[in-house]
């Protein structure tokens, strides 16, 4: 029985974060610094990144000096050259050397600060690429989120519906008892209510799908339940000044901080850079260079024929080497003035990559202003729609509770508050998300995004 116990507890213990992982109530942010957290795609933007910062790097190293070292051992069979002397011997005889060499480029056209300039910029432009793509996770996580809500409040319209049902059903019932309804009467309630189930069942199915897809977008994995905080109250400035909202004043605002803006102006730069790189390559190249040599031939002997020892060699056959090297490219077959041609055309395609970012940049903006100002006016209009359609529900109730009127016609009133209702949750929800884009757009943070450590 003890070891029973044991065994349920160490289960618990095991499922336990998980069940909690589960049961969280999630805000929106943590939704989606989950979901950032947990992106595959997310994740190989970074390796881009990361693998852009090691280019850089590396560019700034090329400016180090090149130094190699060469050891070597060889055996000669039969007639073959003697290394020491340079005759012609017919003995079999070993020999060693060894040397270490450095050289330095002192001008290559500005090649290397040019490489090193664009390799900068490609990696600012991958940083803001990724940076772009959180943004882009973070949009698609906040939609989820709301359409989450949205279900969720459809959940509470239709049960409050289906207890306006349910409650009429057990009134008519009871008056049928009584003699003063008809059967028919009660057949009607109870096929009101019984569709008014299904609404909520269907609600529910939708609440269920809509946390799929959000937990999918977060790429959590087998939540059997996930819950969300609910928004603030909805509200907005009906007298805000209008140039805050014009197209003009967002689009420069948002030319300075959009991550794809910021990219594609990063990638003309090092496009620029690659540009003078290519024609630096037309110019002379200078380097300096240090050298120094020695060896061990066993041919090398003395006045009485025996092999001079190993360090004395070493010493007397060290060699050092001072050489200033200038190299003219005359002719190769014209490929690097050809390189020149296709960098110019690589610049004039990032600049027109660039113009098409703003102008499309431009685009969403009056779109989204658009649709912002078009769905005030929708919830102005349903917020009013769903007060007229409440209080002709609340008459109608009483109308049928006093046998004024049959249940068909309650029942249809029931039917157009229920629809009313939903109508100014569904634009409520979606002004909230254009209200939070606009506002990213005027540079205003909405996404309180976790911060990676640098590398």
Not at 157 to 163: C, D, G, L, P, V
Not at 416 to 439: D, F, G, P, R
């Amino acid at each position: 029985m003890i070891q029973k116990n044991i065994l349920y507890a160490l289960i618990f213990v095991f499922l336990n974060p998980m069940l909690l992982l589960a049961q969280k109530s999630w805000s929106l942010d943590e939704c989606i610094n989950y979901a950032i957290e947990n992106n595959l795609s997310i994740k190989d933007f970074k390796y881009s990144q990361d693998s852009g910062l090691e280019t850089k790097r590396q560019a700034y190293r090329n400016l180090f000096p090149r130094v190699s070292g060469n050891v070597g051992y060889s055996i000669q069979y039969g007639r073959s050259v003697d290394p020491n002397n340079n005759t012609f011997v017919s003995t079999d005889f070993f020999s060693n050397n060894y040397s270490i060499n450095a050289s330095v480029d002192i001008f290559n056209g500005w090649q290397k600060l040019n490489t090193i300039a664009s390799a900068k910029f490609i990696h600012k432009a991958l940083s803001e690429e990724t940076l772009q793509e959180k943004y882009m996770l973070a949009f698609r996580v906040m939609e989820q989120y709301y359409n989450v809500l949205y279900f969720k409040k459809s959940v509470e319209i239709f049960k409050a519906q289906e207890h306006i049902s349910k409650t009429n059903y057990t009134f008519v019932k009871r008056q049928k008892d009584m003699g003063i309804k008809a059967g028919a009467d009660v057949y009607t309630a109870e096929s009101a209510l019984m569709t008014d189930k299904l609404k909520l069942t269907q609600a529910i199915n939708n609440l269920q799908l809509a946390k799929l897809q959000l937990a999918q977008e977060m790429n959590l994995e087998n939540p059997s339940e996930i819950r969300i905080n609910d928004i603030p109250a909805f509200g907005w400035k009906e007298k805000e000044n209008d140039s805050i909202h014009s197209v003009k004043h967002i689009y420069n605002k948002a030319t300075f901080f959009i991550p794809s803006i910021k990219a594609s102006k990063a990638r003309v730069a090092s496009a620029k850079k690659e540009l003078a790189i290519s024609r630096g390559a037309l110019a002379p190249m200078l380097s300096f260079s240090l050298g120094y040599g020695t060896g061990y031939y066993e041919t090398n002997v003395d006045d009485t024929g025996k092999i001079i020892p190993f360090n004395k060699q070493l010493k007397d056959n060290a060699s050092t080497s001072v050489g200033v090297n200038l190299r003219i490219p005359i002719f190769q077959a014209w490929s690097r003035r050809s390189n020149v041609k296709q960098k110019k055309i690589a610049l004039l395609q990032a600049e027109n990559n660039f113009e098409l970012e703003k102008q499309e940049l431009r685009k969403i903006i009056e779109q989204l202003i658009q649709d912002y100002k078009s769905s005030i006016s929708e919830y102005e209009q349903t917020q009013q729609q769903e007060k007229a359609r409440e209080l002709s529900f609340k008459i109608a109730q009483k109308k049928y509770n006093n046998g004024l009127i049959n249940a068909i016609d309650l029942n249809t009133e029931k039917n157009l508050y229920a629809t009313a209702q939903n109508e100014n949750l569904q634009v409520q929800l979606k002004l909230k998300v254009q209200e939070q884009t606009l506002l990213f757009y005027r540079g205003i943070q909405v996404f309180n995004i976790k911060k990676t450590n640098k590398r």
